[in-house]
C-alpha cells in the first residue's frame, strides 16, 4: 500500500483512449482542452499522454500555455482567454496561439511581434461573456488583415447551452455562427466550437475540429452517451481513527449528528483542505470495504467522519474510496457533484494541491494517426 493520507490515482491511458474514441467517432481534429491542471488530473503527464492524438491543446490562461511549453511541449497550444494587452508578451514569445476578441489586444499583438503570429477570433454568438459580436465579425476580421504580423488561423465560438436537453439555442448560435463563416466565405481557418457536449451530443457543431475537456477525462456533461468513456480518475483516502458514539452523543463541529443509538464511526483523513466540499457535511458518502457509508456530522479542514455498521470490519489506514470503484460498487464525479449541490467541473478543479497525483498506467505515444 502507498504511504498517502489521500492520493487520486490517474490513468493515463484512459485519458489517451477517450480522445482516440472522441477523434474515431467525430473524425474531425481534436483541440484538447487541459486548463485549470487538466481538471484537476495533472497537466503535464495528462498533456504529454496525449501528445500524437490532440492536434493542439487549448488552457485558459497565459500563465497555463507557458507552463506547458517549459515542459518541452511543442504542439501548437490556444490560450481561450488571453485578453490583456500587458500580456501580449507573454504570448508571443514562447509562440502561444491568442485568442483575439478585440483590436486592442490585436494591435498590441502586432506591435511586439518579430515573426507573424497565429491567433484564432472568437465569435461572439450568444454565450455573451466574450468574443466579438457576430454581427461585427466578418468587418473585424476584415480589418485584422491590416495587421501585417497577425495571421488569423483559427474561428471559433462558445455553445451557451449545449449541455441542457433543449437544444434549440444551440442551433441559434450554430446558424449565427455559420452566418459569418458564410461571409467571409474565403476558409482556410480552423473552425471549431463544439465543447465536450456538443461533441457527444450535436454534430452539426463539430466543423474542422472538436474542442471539449471534460470528456478527455471520462465525465459526461449530458445525458447523452453515443460513445464509451472510461473515468480517469480515483479519489482515495484512508481511516485515521475508528470509534463509537453513546446513544445521544454528537459528532463533529456543531455536534450536527446525533447517533440515535450506540453506533461506530470512523475518521477518514479527507476534508475541505484538501477540495472535498464542505456541503457533504451529513450528506456525502464514501466506499468502505466496497460498501457505501454515510457522512455524518460536518466535513473539518482534514478530516471528515463516516458511519460504521455493526459488522464493518474497520482498521486504522484501510482504503476509503471517494470517488470511483471499490470491488463492486462505484462512486462517479457525477454523482458525487450532485451530492455536493454542484457540477463535476467544480468537483474536479477543486482536488487540492495537497493531495498527490499518482500515475498510472503506461501507454504508447506513438503516432497513431
Ligand atoms: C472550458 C472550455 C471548453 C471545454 O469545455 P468542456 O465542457 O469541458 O468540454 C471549450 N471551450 C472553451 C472556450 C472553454 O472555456
Redesign the pocket.
Known amino acids: 500500500m502507498d504511504n498517502y493520507r489521500t492520493h487520486v490515482e490517474i490513468d493515463l491511458g484512459a485519458i489517451r483512449r477517450n480522445a482516440e474514441t472522441i477523434k474515431a467517432s467525430t473524425r474531425k481534429r481534436l483541440?484538447a482542452?487541459v486548463?485549470?491542471n487538466a481538471?484537476g488530473h495533472g497537466v503535464v503527464p495528462v498533456t504529454k499522454a496525449l501528445q500524437g492524438i490532440a492536434d493542439m491543446f487549448?488552457v485558459?490562461t497565459v500563465e497555463e500555455g507557458v507552463e506547458l511549453r517549459q515542459a518541452g511541449v511543442q504542439e501548437p497550444i490556444l490560450v481561450?482567454?488571453s485578453s490583456l494587452p500587458e500580456q501580449a508578451s507573454l504570448i508571443v514569445e514562447p509562440g502561444l496561439v491568442p485568442?483575439i476578441s478585440d483590436w486592442k489586444f490585436a494591435n498590441r499583438l502586432n506591435a511586439i511581434a518579430s515573426d507573424k503570429i497565429s491567433a484564432h477570433v472568437?465569435v461572439n454568438t450568444g454565450m455573451n461573456r466574450y468574443g466579438v459580436h457576430w454581427t461585427e465579425a466578418a468587418q473585424f476580421l476584415n480589418r485584422l488583415k491590416t495587421l501585417d504580423r497577425l495571421a488569423v488561423k483559427g474561428l471559433?465560438t462558445?455553445l451557451a447551452t449545449?449541455?441542457e436537453t433543449d437544444k434549440s439555442y444551440v442551433f441559434v448560435q450554430i446558424e449565427r455562427f455559420a452566418s459569418v463563416l458564410e461571409e467571409l466565405r474565403n476558409g482556410g481557418e480552423l473552425v471549431h466550437a463544439?465543447?465536450?457536449?456538443?461533441?457527444l451530443a450535436v454534430p452539426e457543431s463539430h466543423f474542422d475540429a472538436v474542442?471539449?475537456?471534460?470528456?478527455?477525462y471520462g465525465v459526461y456533461?449530458v445525458a447523452e452517451r453515443p460513445i464509451k468513456l472510461e473515468p480517469a480518475l480515483t479519489w482515495k483516502a484512508r481511516i485515521g481513527w475508528v470509534g463509537s458514539l453513546s446513544e445521544g452523543e454528537g459528532v463533529s463541529y456543531g455536534l450536527t449528528y446525533k447517533a440515535p443509538h450506540q453506533t461506530r464511526v470512523a475518521m477518514v483523513q479527507i476534508g475541505y483542505g484538501d477540495g472535498y466540499p464542505r456541503a457533504l457535511s451529513n450528506a456525502g458518502e464514501v466506499l468502505i470495504g466496497g460498501a457505501r457509508r454515510p457522512i455524518v456530522g460536518r466535513v473539518c479542514m482534514d478530516v471528515s467522519i463516516v458511519r460504521l455498521e455493526s459488522m464493518d470490519n474497520v482498521s486504522v489506514g484501510d482504503e476509503v474510496v471517494l470517488i470511483g470503484k471499490q470491488k463492486d460498487s462505484e462512486i462517479t464525479v457525477d454523482a458525487f457533484a450532485h451530492r455536493a449541490g454542484t457540477i463535476s467541473?467544480e468537483i474536479l478543479t477543486q482536488i487540492g494541491t495537497r493531495v498527490p497525483r499518482i500515475f498510472k498506467h503506461a501507454y504508447s505515444n506513438r503516432k497513431t494517426r
Do not use: C, E, M
Open positions: 483541440i482542452v486548463k485549470a481538471y487549448a485558459a481561450l482567454f485568442t472568437n471559433f462558445h449545449a449541455d463544439a465543447n465536450s457536449a456538443a461533441t474542442r471539449p475537456g471534460l470528456v478527455l456533461p467541473y
